[in-house]
């Protein structure tokens, strides 16, 4: 009996078709397909700046690099006396480029007449502040890779006479 089931399982084994025991290519090509697709528009992990740090989901460390790059900016523009002829409420938008070494400058600041006609150096000193803020700890990580990252920042300017 031992000796009959012994022979049926090599008989199934030597006979059956290897298709059985290996995988399919297929499988294998779309794994390598879906592995070489990247999407250039998101970063896996966003900069670090020192005070977040203990963030424990992506969105939350997005979110807080955005907070503090944002109160440091201010601090800074706050630290030039602005003087305006008129009351001033406006936004303009600054694209900032965060390198893989994790240092911070801007890309392009995007023209708004009504501020630059009130505060004419208004370019050179938000260059400036943003020159000053501290590199961040990481840069941006794309599969573990550190990566450029430009983000557009819209800065609220509010001034009184």
Known sequence: MFLRLLFATF???????????????????????????????????????TDCNNCDTNEKQNQCFENELIKKLNKSLKENELKVNHKLIDTIYVDILINNLGEISVSKIHDNQDIIHEIPKFDSILRQSINNLPKAIQPSLKRGIPVNTLFKLPIVVSLKE
């Open 11 to 49: 008989f199934i084994l030597v006979f059956a078709s290897c298709d059985f025991i290996s995988p399919k290519n297929t499988s294998l090509q779309n794994l390598v397909l879906l592995d070489t697709i990247i999407d250039y528009n998101t970063v896996d992990v966003y900069p670090l700046l």
